[in-house]
């Protein structure tokens, strides 16, 4: 069953039944004010912090018509009739109540139709502003004159602090309050607040000042309003049927101790066939500012940019801002476009895994309707390898990143588990600090964090052609500073410094597995992959710079962990996952339980420990073993008894998250790994499982957004073998982003040039990329008339012939026509 479809060329998602299976979202807003939509409205805002920043309420966990959101009531005062403008959440018969909602890149438009009245709502964060506009357009599309009132609400929270908000009512209802400044309600939070009270335990703002927020109304004047909740909703109601709107009249009265709200109501006449505008606005700041934004949209100067036919003029500020917005999201999606036989990959490669990279890169972890944000800080492999999803589309925002994390890197070449958002490089306490623990809530080493550097690091210079970029110095985050190169061999010391009995590194507090405890003797068989991937890549670039004694340094080692992993970790046909400190074998082909793991299996290729035979076999193991309908789980049969006390993925139900559920960021790598061995049809099967577009049509079975991906999908252990949990922040974006861009259409930037060496099915006869390339555009097709998998022939370069799939940058012209033959 579906519930929308995809529009290529708006680059939008449309849906076109609004009882989705879940809240399908969307985001909008950049760094300094995100906001979370749903295709019903619901969701919040938040300045910086989806927890200490929050303005506006949304309920985790409730009932789904339940959650407040930015809802706007029409009530037809003729017979007192009522609906909003999303289905939620008065949720009128869809029957007789028609409604889309088009998520694009940092807009949201949601359309109604009901008894002759449409309307249309534009929701956006103009580009780098701190508030939000809500810009609705109705028409009478009967033949009557009709008399409606309009409501737009907000529900604020009384603190920043989401939890303060939530669960210490005897503090926050008392400290918030509200008024009535003609045009918006004006909220107010310590408003006696001062630099002396700055230091009283769980105050809003740091500094002690008063936080302002707004709710206005522009275009329109404001016929009544209420800045309490509970005069708004009335007693024992909810959002599906306020009092105030029920009656027609909110009640013109302000919070003073309870819930400060924003409710303001409108009374408009429209002729058959007349429109009109309004535009609600909500964020932080005082009167002055809300005045000034306010003021700005009261123009209704008409502006038609919109690709729709009929009812979607925007007015000139509006319009210019959604155009603004596009162009930033655009001219990054337009930097690789490409025409492959599949839609499905198109969307995603084109518009939605990229958009959806974006966001893990700019909010990390921070804020969803599964979580909100509690950590301050990045997470130090999260992070890293977010910055990896965006590399071919911005790699001047990824260097930025890039430079952060590695000033997170403490002198011992250990990564901070949390960078703290306002982290200071040089000065900053480490996990070895009791300090750090009381700032950060985080006291251990993860043993991957540093190693994720790696591959990030030499996407970018490749990318970027940034090669200088390795000699410049960076701080750590601790002491010192050093240069990039340096950074990355004190990340590989750090591992080699910390190795257990087998001449394994030890996986410490989680090695990528949060749920896989090995401590300070544990060995970790992922981390040992990802080492001798790092040392790899190390020695390159040692090479390139003729560092003849770390290339030699490199060598040994990975000579040296090749010889332990083949006698220790190898059984004949797969790698086992790690040694307990006390020597029990994780992942041995004769335990009874978790026998088999996808990770050490793909890392040993992707790494490039694994001999061309030895891939083969792991990766026809676990297709074999571990590969479902839905993707490959995480390792089987499910912890169901063994109660391993460092695999705390077993308190997880069988087939769920790590205990063998299908955990989506491994996808990726197994879809990289199949590309590297050749195996394009099924590299693409395994992508196509896990493809949420290619679940649209059965979004009753995966229930997530299928536009984006999510962190796991349950495996064949559950009763709902196939569902996909926890939307929109996850790694999965950039895992499966790479395997697409340099695994299947094989987009490899060199130093001086880039291969173009897909790994495609067979099936694909031919297909079309465009891919700006360090300022150059390549207009790339590719030629599969053969029907192969991998390989390629030739390539012409604006008509020169090349043997091979490699082209130098300096057969680049400003724009290139490159036709790719793939075969023998
Ligand atoms: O690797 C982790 C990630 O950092 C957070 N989500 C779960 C992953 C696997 O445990």
Redesign the pocket.
């Known amino acids: 069953m579906n519930f929308g479809h995809f529009n290529p060329v708006n680059k939008e998602y449309v849906i076109t039944r609004p009882d989705t299976p879940a809240p399908w979202c969307n985001y909008l807003g950049s760094v300094d004010y995100g906001a979370i939509i749903s295709n019903n409205a619901t969701g919040y805002s938040f300045v910086k912090s989806g927890a200490a920043g929050r303005i506006i309420r949304f309920r985790l966990n409730s009932m789904s018509n339940d959650q407040p959101g930015r809802y706007i009531y029409i009530r037809d005062n003729a017979d007192g009739d009522y609906w909003s403008g999303s289905w939620q959440p008065v949720c009128k018969s869809i029957d007789s109540y028609k409604s889309e909602c088009r998520h694009g890149t940092a807009y949201t438009i949601i359309s109604s139709s009901y008894k002759d009245i449409e309307t249309r709502t534009l929701y956006y964060v103009p580009l780098d502003k701190n508030y939000e506009v809500w810009n609705i357009r109705i028409k009478n599309s009967s033949n009557n004159k009709r008399h409606l009132s309009i409501y737009g609400t907000a529900e604020f929270t009384n603190h920043d602090h989401y939890e303060n908000d939530t669960v210490n009512l005897q503090y926050s209802q008392f400290i918030s309050k509200t008024y009535f400044k003609d045009n918006h309600i004006l909220q107010v939070i310590n408003e006696n607040g001062s630099e002396a009270s700055s230091d009283v335990e769980g105050t809003s703002n740091k500094k002690g000042d008063p936080i302002y927020r707004f709710f206005g109304l522009a275009g329109q004047s404001v016929s009544a309003f209420d800045g309490e909740r509970d005069m708004f909703i009335g007693n024992y109601r909810n959002y599906g049927n306020p009092v105030a709107v029920e009656l027609g009249k909110c009640s013109n009265t302000v919070a003073y101790n309870g819930n400060s709200f924003g409710a303001l109501q409108t009374d408009i006449e429209l002729n058959p066939g007349e429109e009109t505008e309004m535009t609600f606005l909500l964020g932080a700041g005082n009167e002055d500012f809300a005045r000034n934004i306010i003021s700005k949209y009261d123009s209704v100067e008409k502006a038609n940019i919109c690709s729709c036919e009929g009812f979607c003029n925007f007015s000139e500020v509006v319009s210019h801002e959604l155009t603004q917005l596009k162009n930033f999201w655009h001219s990054r999606l337009d930097n690789l476009q490409v025409e492959t036989p599949d839609d499905n990959f198109n969307n995603m490669l084109n518009v939605w895994n990229a958009y959806q990279c974006f966001i893990t890169f700019f909010w990390s972890r921070a804020a969803s309707f599964q979580y909100c944000g509690l950590r301050n800080g990045l ?1 130090y ?2 992070t890293v390898q977010d910055i990896q999803g965006i590399i071919h589309l911005d790699y001047k925002a990824a260097k930025e990143r890039l430079w952060l994390m590695l000033s997170g890197q403490v002198l011992n070449g250990g990564g901070l588990p949390l960078v703290k958002f306002d982290h200071k490089p040089g000065q900053e306490a480490t996990p070895d600090e009791s300090q750090y623990a009381k700032e950060t809530g985080q006291s251990f080493y993860r043993a991957d964090d540093a190693l994720w550097l790696f591959p990030t690091v030499i996407t970018y210079i490749k990318e970027s052609g940034d090669w200088n970029f390795i000699d410049e110095k960076v701080p750590y985050a601790d002491k010192g500073e050093a240069t990039v190169y340096a950074h990355l061999k004190q990340a590989i010391q750090f591992n080699l410094d910390r190795q257990g009995s087998h001449g394994l590194p030890v996986g410490l507090f989680a090695d ?4 896989l405890r090995l401590g300070s003797k544990g060995e970790s068989l992922f981390v040992t992959f990802q080492l001798y991937y790092a040392l790899k890549i190390f020695k390159e670039f040692a090479t390139k710079k003729d560092a003849l004694a770390d290339i030699e340094w490199a060598q040994n080692c990975l000579n040296e962990l090749s010889g332990n992993i083949q006698k220790f970790a190898w059984e004949g046909d797969q790698f086992v996952r790690g040694f307990t400190e006390d020597g029990y074998t994780i992942g041995s082909k004769s335990n009874s339980e978790a026998s088999l793991w996808l990770n050490p299996q793909v890392w040993s290729v992707i790494s490039g420990a694994a001999d061309e035979k030895t891939a083969k076999t792991v990766l026809d193991k676990v297709y074999d073993n571990l590969n479902t309908k839905y993707g490959a789980m995480l390792f089987y049969p499910a912890f169901r008894e063994y109660g391993l006390p460092v695999a705390r993925m077993s308190l997880f139900n069988a087939g769920t998250k ?1 205990n063998a559920g299908i ?1 989506s ?1 491994p996808q990726g790598w197994v879809i990289l790994a199949e590309t590297i061995i050749g195996n394009g049809n099924r590299a693409y099967e395994y992508f196509t499982e896990i493809n949420p577009a290619a679940m649209n049509d059965h979004a009753e079975i995966r229930k997530l957004e299928p536009y984006i991906h999510g ?1 796991a999908t349950e495996g064949i252990d559950t009763l709902n073998h196939g569902r996909s949990h926890v939307h929109w922040l996850t ?1 999965t974006a950039s895992t499966v982003m790479v395997s697409m861009v340099y695994g299947i259409l094989g987009l490899q930037p060199e130093y001086n040039g880039i291969k173009i060496n897909p790994c495609i099915p067979s099936g694909w006869k031919n297909f079309k990329m465009n891919k700006v390339f360090r300022n150059t555009v390549l207009n790339i097709t590719v030629d599969n008339s053969q029907g192969v998998e991998k390989g390629v022939h030739y390539i012409t370069v604006n008509g020169k012939r090349i043997d091979g799939c490699y082209i130098s940058a300096d057969e680049l012209k400003d724009t290139n026509e490159i036709l790719v033959v793939m075969g023998k």
Request: glycine share 16%; with cysteine.
């Open positions: 997470g492999r999260d990528w597995n949060d749920c790590e955990f960021q962190q790694g």
